[in-house]
C-alpha cells in the first residue's frame, strides 16, 4: 500500500520501473539501476553533465521523459512498456511532477505508487522507499546499503553533538528567487523537521502560504528573520549565491555577510546514502557557525 492509502499488486515484481529522477537515484541506492528505465524531473545539466538530485543513477542507460517541471512525453513513456511509475508525494493525492493536464492518460498507462515526503520526518520516505526497494528485488542487507545506514545514523549523532557543542544558532532554509525570499517551514518540509528533531533551531516562517511549505519575503523584507546560517537552495531552478550579489538586502544579512551559507536541497534524495552527506554538511555548518547577535 502506497501512501495514498492504494494498494498496488503485480503479477510479478515489476523490472521496467519509470520514476522522478531523485526517485530514481533512491532506488538506484539499493541496487535497482538495471530496471530504472526512464526518469522525468531535471536529469541533465545543459552541458551534459547529471543534475545532483541524479546521485549515482547512470543518466545514460535510460530514457529521460522530461527534464523540467511540467514536461512529461507520454507518447515515449508509452514506448518503454512501463510496469511502474514510482514518485514523491507532496500534497494528498498529487504525483510530483506528473503534469496534472495529461496525470489522467499518465496513470492509466501503468500502476503507479506514490510516497509521501511532507510533514513527516526525512526518516520516514527514507524508510518507505528501502521497503519499497525490498519489494522490488533489492537486497537491504548488502554491504553498499548497510554501510550507507550506519553512515547515516553516525551523521545523525553528529548533527545533535554538534549542536550540543555549538548551541543556540540559528538557521534559516530559503529559496532565492528574482522577487521573492521563500523561507521554508520546518513543521511541513521533511528534512527540516528531521533537522529540527535532532535539535537545530530551525525559524518557523509565521506566514507559510498555502500548502504551509513557505513564507513568500519580498527583497525589502528579506531581514525579517534573525539567522546565523542560511541553508541555500542549491538546485538549478532557484538563484545561486553569484546571481543574489544584485540584492543588496541580501547582502546586508549577517549570515551572509559572515559567509555563513551552506548549499541546501529542498528535494533530498530519499535513501541513507542520500542523506548521509546532506547532515554530514549540516553537522559541519553548525559547528563552525559564529553566533551572529
Known amino acids: 500500500m502506497d501512501d495514498r492509502k492504494e494498494t498496488v499488486t503485480a503479477a510479478a515484481v515489476p523490472s521496467r520501473i519509470v520514476a522522478f529522477t531523485g526517485t530514481a537515484a533512491a532506488l538506484v541506492d539499493y541496487g535497482l539501476q538495471d530496471k530504472i528505465v526512464g526518469v522525468f524531473g531535471e536529469t541533465k545539466r545543459a552541458d551534459g553533465s547529471p543534475e545532483p538530485q541524479a546521485g549515482d543513477l547512470d543518466v545514460n542507460k535510460v530514457t529521460i521523459l522530461g527534464n ?11 514506448a518503454l512498456r512501463p510496469d511502474l511509475l514510482v514518485t514523491h508525494m507532496y500534497d494528498p493525492g498529487a504525483l510530483w511532477y506528473v503534469p496534472d493536464e495529461s496525470k489522467d492518460k499518465i496513470v492509466k498507462l501503468a500502476p503507479t505508487v506514490a510516497v509521501s515526503v511532507a510533514r ?10 528501502a521497503a519499497l526497494a525490498e519489494s522490488l528485488g533489492a537486497d537491504l542487507g548488502a554491504p553498499k546499503v548497510t554501510e550507507a545506514k550506519a553512515r547515516f545514523e553516525a551523521a545523525a549523532e553528529s548533527v545533535r553533538k554538534a549542536v550540543a557543542d555549538n548551541p543556540g544558532i540559528k538557521v534559516l532554509a ?14 511541513v518540509n521533511t528534512d527540516l523537521m528531521y533537522f529540527a528533531q535532532l535539535g537545530v533551531e ?34 538549478s531552478t532557484a538563484l545561486q549565491p553569484k546571481d543574489l550579489t544584485s540584492k543588496p538586502s541580501w547582502a546586508k544579512l549577517p549570515a551572509v555577510k559572515a559567509g555563513q551559507i551552506i548549499g541546501w536541497d529542498p528535494v533530498p534524495r530519499f535513501s541513507y546514502a542520500g542523506a548521509a552527506p546532506i547532515l554530514e554538511g549540516l553537522a559541519t555548518a553548525i559547528r563552525n557557525a559564529e553566533k551572529l547577535g
Open 68 to 78: 523540467v517541471w511540467g514536461e512529461f512525453n507520454i507518447e515515449k513513456y508509452a
Open 120 to 129: 513527516v520526518p526525512m526518516t520516514e520516505p527514507i524508510e518507505r522507499y
Open 174 to 187: 530559503a529559496s532565492g528567487s528574482p522577487d521573492v525570499l521563500y523561507v521554508s517551514n520546518p513543521e
Open 202 to 235: 530551525i525559524v518557523k516562517p509565521d506566514k507559510p502560504g498555502d500548502g504551509g511549505y513557505y513564507e513568500n519575503l519580498s527583497w525589502e523584507n528579506a531581514d525579517k528573520y534573525d539567522a546565523d546560517l542560511i541553508l541555500l537552495d542549491n538546485r
